[in-house]
């Protein structure tokens, strides 16, 4: 079964993620977007078009692909249905980052994007995500309707025109898509301060995406860039894609060999990020976002709201109250804070997992941006990010956070687990009383002195997440360590 979660469609390739899927719902895309009147096209006019009597407007889908097993295999095909269905798609030439593939939308007034790509997933995963006009992630509205589409498409045949035909006729041209996206970075950086400041920089490509953007973009403002796994590896080298401390020893040393000031990586698809500062330390995503508003705000003059997800850091919040601005708090899922962004009224939305996007650029995650932002903090204060951070937790309090896995034996086990806990929550965690809590999506107990602990379920497998913040290390242990007790059903 076909269904898409909080990033899209993902499935392990040629078990379910297979060619006869892809095409599947490349073909509910297209009736999607014939159904749609925000789409820009109607039926009336596709059958026109289609019929070959008076020309209607040809839809334009962007189709993009990440550097995984058969991505551009899978790409071509989708290219190939969208132009048996009337579409005209504008293919990446080569792989590329997934918000570079949002930007495309916009840029060339696109109706959608599709891009192939499992993000983070480890190696046997690829997946599909739509992108509708506005350049981000689609709603659950809208994933809803292709979902009931593909269910209604049943087990019919899927047409796909033959790449050569598709390229002969136009129905397909390759593009590449890298100077515009080049431009929009420009657009929204403080170019000149990190073109003077002479920084060292060690790239990590994690053997994906971002090999061909991150690095060039960085070396055509004549820094001087060291990149590491910029090759295409579909086994990503034995691990999962994702930017953590435990994936980036390679980086570390790297920084310390050529002794870079700062060092930068991106996860599969290039929408995740990872930051190393100078002395190897790691700077968390959490971090990272409080570090981008007190940037934004303080160096750049720039305001608006702050969204986040719920179970996103508070040190974000801080930040933003101590500029006089307010923050939102979403459900997980980069999709709710995007649909924030697209409103204009939020400067900066984020999440602890490594998504981060601003105003005036894709309403999606972006890994590139975020590297770039914390490059660009450093060239304009002449600091490595842990003074600034150190300065800040000074101004508006100290906040340590951690994320852990949790894994139960049964499904059965973790949904008696949560009606539990959702019956008789507890009421004092970690030597403190509960002051609120939040079950928006999981739960989420907030005690009076602002600390507090997320439990949240996985919807793919029996195991949970525990999410905690406190203003001390030792209070962080103590969180972490209540919330094992509830997961062993010790209320």
């Known amino acids: 079964m076909i269904r898409f979660g909080t990033a899209g469609w993902r499935g392990v390739i040629s078990d379910e ?54 991505s551009e295999d899978f790409a071509h095909e989708i290219a190939g249905v969208l132009a048996s269905d009337g579409v005209k798609t504008l293919v990446s030439a080569g792989d590329l980052p997934t918000p570079a593939v949002g930007w495309a939308i916009l840029d060339r007034k696109a109706i959608g994007g599709v891009m192939i790509t499992a993000s ?65 970075l420009s657009s929204l950086l403080d170019v000149k301060a990190i073109r003077k400041s002479r920084l060292k920089i060690a790239v990590d490509a994690m053997h994906g995406s971002a090999r061909n953007y991150l690095r060039p973009y960085l070396e055509s403002l ?7 796994h910029e090759d295409r590896d579909v086994l990503f080298g034995g691990r999962a894609p994702e930017p ?19 060092g930068l990586a991106c996860d599969g698809d290039g929408d995740r990020f990872g930051i190393i500062d100078a002395g190897g330390e790691w700077i968390s995503p959490n971090e990272v976002l409080a570090l981008a508003v007190e940037h934004l705000v303080a160096n750049r003059g720039l305001k608006g709201k702050i969204a986040r997800s719920v179970m996103t850091s508070h040190f974000v919040d801080a930040v933003a109250k101590s500029h006089g601005m307010d923050t939102r708090e979403t459900p997980v899922g980069f999709k709710f804070i995007g649909d924030l962004l697209r409103s204009g009224q939020y400067l900066l939305g984020g999440e602890e997992s490594g998504g981060l996007s601003i105003r005036g650029h894709v309403p999606d995650k972006d890994g590139l941006l975020a590297c770039l932002l914390m490059l660009e903090l450093v060239a304009v204060e002449r600091k490595p990010l842990s003074e600034i951070r150190k300065r800040l937790f000074k101004r508006v309090g100290s906040f340590y956070n951690v994320r852990l896995n949790f894994k139960l034996e049964r499904m059965r086990e973790m949904v008696e687990l949560q009606e539990r806990l959702r019956v008789k929550p ?32 996985s919807g ?18 103590e969180l972490v360590a209540a919330g094992k007790k509830l997961l062993q059903g010790k209320f």
């Open 17 to 70: 993620f297979t060619f006869l899927n892809v095409r599947k719902v490349a073909h509910t895309i297209s009736g999607y977007i014939k159904e749609n009147p925000e789409c820009g096209v109607t039926s009336a006019e596709y059958a026109t078009h289609l019929a070959g009597a008076k020309p209607g407007p040809v839809p334009l889908v962007i189709v993009g692909y990440d550097t995984r097993f058969l």
């Open 120 to 184: 983070s997933s480890a190696a046997p995963y690829n997946g599909l995500k739509w992108m509708p006009f506005w350049g981000g992630a689609a709603i659950p509205s809208v994933t809803d309707d292709i979902e009931r589409r593909i269910e209604l498409l049943g087990a019919h045949a899927v047409k796909s025109m033959a790449l050569d035909r598709s390229l002969r006729e136009s129905w397909i041209e390759e593009v590449d898509f890298r100077t515009s996206y080049f431009k929009q």
């Open 222 to 228: 004549g820094l001087e860039v060291v990149g590491l």
């Open 244 to 262: 953590t401390p435990e994936s980036l020893p390679e980086l570390t040393e790297l920084m310390a060999k050529k002794k870079a000031h700062i």
């Open 426 to 457: 507890p009421l004092e965690l970690a030597g403190g009383s509960v002051w609120r809590i939040d079950e928006a999506d999981g739960f989420k107990f907030i005690l009076r002195d602002g600390s507090w602990l997320g439990l949240r379920p």
């Open 460 to 477: 793919t497998e029996p195991a949970f997440r525990v999410y905690a913040e406190a203003p001390t290390e030792k209070k962080l242990d």
